[in-house]
């Protein structure tokens, strides 16, 4: 292999201190752009954006044959050192950069662009050269198999930038790009609210829209073309992964996918539209609050999840499954993954009904309880009950880190709690966190995921095999998934350790049940339920 355990984890960790670092310039280009209206990609496009869809689109179309385009051996340790030092002086040449311009700002914008690319490049460019040591003809077959998905990318991400200066633009000719959309979605919205509202408020050059008691600002991010983004991003994935699986035509498919973008694009439009209707009402803080922040994705997740699993339902192959509820149901992935998407998109589901606290909660953990019970039979022979001392240990661990890491405050006194939320609301949270959730969730992360990024064909891959791909592609996505990302990427790991050390998922289970069961006796004893997100 190219890249060793030991220099994988050096760069890993390189790489999380300069994140931290350029944290602290979070607000750069709001500068560069505030002072010199340059419109173009910024760096998080061109060194974040563009390389993480180009390299997720070379593994759907190359699958396991991506690595293979690698070079098999592994660079020198002289040259290994060399060009990690000098990706470490490009690097805080780049930061000195961008500590200039903070303070001089409009002095040193366009030097900076220029400078702070070239900077950035050598540095990309010095990690790379210290991983892979390419031959000329390892070079050309790597450029010609991976070309395209980096051409295809840097197109998508520009033509995104161009449709969100053009929709947010208040004239000129940039605006005509976003123009259908912008003239269809306003449109559509001011027709539903007229539905309502005697007299509806419309400001189409500053993207004003509402009624006399509530009104907001439609920008680009509310627009749902970054739904539609997702959703053809997703697709494409899905459709280079199961093409060889899939009896359809490209036409067809092309059908299928303006089919789900016009169901995206008009989802949104109700959505909106409710948002509108609901701060009308008075419930400001619901509309602009759980009501914005999860509708969207719940539709997102929902559209997704049905429309692909219909199409590779009803195109497969070798359609072993005699009816859609047998495909969901009968298929020997859904044991692992089935509860958990269900847990996301019911929590998003019901947040977005709930204007403040999660009053639904009891509902969930019902349904959450009766989708384990349909596969119970599986779980008999998957989980086996085997208790052990470390596990525990490691819980504690997780939850001494957990309170350690510092949280938003939502409700800190349990006076408070205890008189808004009955005592069996408690107990059904307790039940949920504690007993359904590291169920759900070691199901899929430790039981699917961890295994499935060691094969594809993960039935195949023993619970508990370490691979240090797996295991830190694993930790990233469940601290993505959490409201603290650090706390859930440690606590990741740490998950991962315990199944690594007897093979046995049940301990992952019980480790995970002790870290939440303490975060809840934390929190109704001491009061500090922002830990444990009521």
């Not at 315990?498 to 004893?525: M, V, W």
């Amino acid at each position: 292999m190219p890249v060793t355990k030991a220099r994988g984890i050096f760069i890993a960790t390189l790489f999380a201190i300069e994140y931290f670092i350029l944290l602290r310039y979070d607000s750069i280009w709001n500068i560069i752009t505030s002072i010199n209206h340059v419109y173009v990609l910024t760096f998080e496009d061109i060194f974040v954006r563009v390389p993480f869809l180009s390299l997720i689109f070379t593994f759907a179309i190359n699958g396991k044959n991506t690595l293979n385009l690698l070079p098999k051996r592994t660079t020198g340790g002289t040259r290994f050192a060399t060009y990690i030092i000098l990706h470490m002086i490009f690097m805080g040449v780049f930061i000195y950069l961008l500590s200039y311009l903070k303070d001089q700002k409009e002095l040193f914008v366009k030097p900076f662009l220029i400078f702070g690319f070239m900077t950035l490049s050598l540095a990309g460019w010095s990690i790379w050269n210290a991983c892979f040591n390419f031959t000329k003809q390892e070079a050309s077959n790597f450029l010609s198999k991976t070309w395209l998905p980096i051409f295809f990318c840097t197109c998508f991400v520009l033509v995104n930038k161009i449709l969100l200066i053009s929709f947010e633009s208040d004239g000129g000719y940039i605006s005509i790009f976003a123009w259908p959309i912008k003239y269809i979605l306003f449109e559509s919205i001011f027709w539903f609210l007229n539905l309502f509202f005697d007299h509806v408020i419309y400001n189409y050059e500053h993207l004003i829209i509402g009624t006399d008691s509530f009104e907001i600002t439609l920008r680009f991010g509310c627009s749902g073309i970054q739904g539609i983004n997702l959703f053809l991003i997703c697709g494409l994935i899905f459709y280079l992964i199961e093409k060889k699986y899939l009896k359809v035509s490209a036409k067809k498919i092309y059908w299928l996918f303006l089919i789900g973008i016009a169901i995206s694009f008009v989802g949104n439009i109700i959505r909106i539209a409710t948002l509108i209707t609901i701060g009308s009402l008075g419930y400001y803080n619901w509309a602009l609050g759980s009501f914005h922040s999860n509708v969207g994705t719940f539709l997102f997740f929902t559209l997704t999840i049905l429309f692909f699993g219909l199409i590779n339902h009803r195109y497969s192959d070798s359609p072993i499954y005699p009816s859609f509820k047998s495909f969901i149901f009968a298929n020997p992935v859904s044991p692992f993954i089935l509860p958990f998407i269900s847990l996301l998109v019911v929590t998003l589901f019901f947040k977005a009904l709930t204007p403040s606290w999660d009053i639904w909660y009891p509902m969930k953990v019902l349904l959450m309880t009766w989708i384990l019970f349909k596969f119970k039979e599986d779980y008999k022979q998957l989980i086996k009950i085997n208790f052990s001392v470390l596990p525990c240990l490691l819980g504690i661990l997780i939850f001494m880190i957990w309170i350690y890491l510092p949280h938003p405050e939502t409700i800190t006194n349990s006076d408070n709690v205890f008189s808004t939320y009955k005592i069996a609301w408690v107990g059904f949270k307790i039940v949920g966190s504690c007993i359904l959730i590291p169920i759900i969730e070691e199901l899929a992360f430790r039981g699917f995921l961890l295994r499935f990024f060691i094969n594809i064909d993960f039935f195949n891959v023993q619970i508990g095999t370490y691979r240090a791909f797996s295991f830190l592609a694993t930790s990233f996505i469940f601290g993505f998934l959490h409201q603290h990302f650090w706390g859930g990427l440690i606590a990741g790991a740490i998950l991962n350790l315990s199944i690594y050390l007897k093979k046995s998922l049940f301990d992952a289970i019980l480790c995970h049940a002790i870290a939440n069961g303490s975060i809840a006796l934390f929190a109704i004893i001491l009061g500090h339920w922002e830990f444990w997100s009521l």
